[in-house]
């Protein structure tokens, strides 16, 4: 399946207020979920949460001895956890915070920095090196794609971190179609990656990911330089085709995630982003020529996306 007509599976992220309030459970938390990722060969069974005293001082022993069932709704039952007094209390403390974490909009905004260092924990050079192997990318800023992967972390919700977890657990059969990860691309997509580039093939099995284990590699903060690396280079071939033959750093960002529309108006075409189906569907409804614009040929669409206003604000604050 070509890169171009599987744009529906890269999700715009919902443009709201990046907040910066601090969230529990901690960010090593978030980054331990994303770490502990199942390598071929293992069942998937099990969110880890290894020996890190994350939930307090009373939860060492807890955080060393479990590992709890993966549950749509992450509230795990005495049973599960133990009979004990001091078990079943801080069991429900743990589902607490993950309540809370939860119930947040964008529960990992303000920790996109300590996120973004687990990519580069074991290869401070992991983004230079994801880079030089794609021709592609030999005039693109690896702040650039940073600036996708802080974006994407800014606008995590709830919900992907319930596609997160379905994916892992494998609780989902339709889990290939999720946005995963800290880069939000579908397995799919990593999939066809692979079959262009063999380089990111070859990267993903020397980490333990062969064929099937796209998801899991996509929850890997360490892949996930060279995953973001090849949708970059894939989005310049594709541009490249359309006409773009030089891309700017706007119209690359653009391509990453597609988020406006224009329809006809008043002898004009009128340009605006527009985020959920809801949304989409009604505007339709108004305008019978509205079509999304995944090309970024017309200056209005840059001026227009609110989803390149973002990714730029990133890369200009870590420049």
Same mark, same amino acid.
């Given at each position: 399946? /070509?890169?171009?007509?599987?744009?529906?599976?890269?999700?715009?992220? @919902? !443009?709201?207020?990046?907040? +910066?309030? *601090?969230?529990? =459970?901690?960010?090593?938390?978030?980054?331990?979920?994303?770490?502990?990722?199942?390598?071929?060969?293992?069942?998937?069974?099990?969110?880890?949460?290894?020996?890190?005293?994350?939930?307090?001082?009373?939860?060492?022993?807890?955080?060393?001895?479990?590992?709890?069932?993966?549950?749509?709704?992450?509230?795990?039952?005495?049973?599960?956890?133990?009979?004990?007094?001091?078990?079943?209390?801080?069991?429900?403390?743990?589902?607490?915070?993950?309540?809370? /974490?939860?119930?947040?909009?964008?529960?990992?905004?303000?920790?996109? @920095? !300590?996120?973004?260092?687990? +990519?580069? *924990?074991?290869? =401070?050079?992991?983004?230079?090196?994801?880079?030089?192997?794609?021709?592609?990318?030999?005039?693109?800023?690896?702040?650039?794609?940073?600036?996708?992967?802080?974006?994407?972390?800014?606008?995590?919700?709830?919900?992907?971190?319930?596609?997160?977890?379905?994916?892992?657990?494998?609780?989902?059969?339709?889990?290939?179609?999720?946005?995963?990860?800290?880069?939000?691309?579908?397995?799919?997509?990593?999939?066809?990656?692979?079959?262009?580039?063999?380089?990111?093939?070859?990267?993903?099995?020397?980490?333990?990911?062969?064929?099937?284990?796209?998801?899991?590699?996509?929850?890997?903060?360490?892949?996930?330089?060279?995953?973001?690396?090849?949708?970059?280079?894939?989005?310049?071939?594709?541009?490249?085709?359309?006409?773009?033959?030089?891309?700017?750093?706007?119209?690359?960002?653009?391509?990453?995630?597609?988020?406006?529309?224009?329809?006809?108006?008043?002898?004009?075409?009128?340009?605006?982003?527009?985020?959920?189906?809801?949304?989409?569907?009604?505007?339709?409804?108004?305008?019978?020529?509205?079509?999304?614009?995944?090309?970024?040929?017309?200056?209005?669409?840059?001026?227009?996306?609110?989803?390149?206003?973002?990714?730029?604000?990133?890369?200009?604050?870590?420049?």
């Amino acid at each position: 399946m /070509a890169f171009e007509n599987n744009a529906e599976q890269y999700k715009p992220r @919902e !443009a709201q207020q990046i907040s +910066t309030a *601090a969230l529990l =459970p901690s960010n090593s938390d978030y980054q331990n979920f994303f770490k502990q990722t199942t390598k071929t060969g293992a069942e998937p069974t099990f969110l880890d949460f290894g020996s890190a005293n994350i939930y307090g001082d009373n939860s060492t022993k807890l955080a060393q001895d479990l590992q709890f069932p993966i549950m749509p709704d992450l509230v795990p039952s005495p049973e599960q956890v133990g009979i004990t007094k001091e078990t079943t209390i801080i069991a429900a403390e743990i589902a607490s915070k993950l309540g809370t /974490a939860l119930s947040k909009d964008h529960p990992l905004a303000g920790q996109e @920095e !300590a996120l973004m260092n687990a +990519t580069t *924990a074991n290869d =401070p050079k992991a983004w230079e090196n994801a880079a030089s192997r794609f021709p592609q990318l030999d005039n693109v800023s690896t702040g650039l794609m940073k600036a996708y992967v802080r974006n994407e972390l800014a606008f995590y919700g709830p919900d992907d971190l319930g596609q997160d977890i379905a994916a892992r657990g494998g609780i989902d059969p339709n889990f290939h179609h999720f946005t995963l990860g800290m880069a939000q691309i579908t397995s799919i997509g990593v999939k066809e990656f692979e079959h262009r580039y063999p380089q990111l093939k070859q990267f993903l099995e020397s980490k333990g990911y062969g064929p099937g284990h796209e998801a899991q590699a996509l929850l890997d903060p360490e892949c996930v330089p060279m995953i973001v690396a090849a949708k970059t280079a894939s989005i310049i071939d594709d541009l490249q085709k359309h006409g773009i033959g030089h891309p700017t750093s706007e119209q690359i960002a653009y391509e990453y995630n597609p988020d406006v529309y224009s329809h006809s108006e008043g002898g004009h075409r009128e340009y605006k982003t527009i985020y959920g189906d809801l949304k989409i569907a009604m505007s339709k409804a108004l305008h019978h020529d509205q079509k999304k614009e995944y090309y970024p040929n017309d200056p209005n669409v840059l001026t227009n996306s609110e989803h390149v206003h973002n990714v730029m604000s990133w890369l200009r604050r870590y420049e």
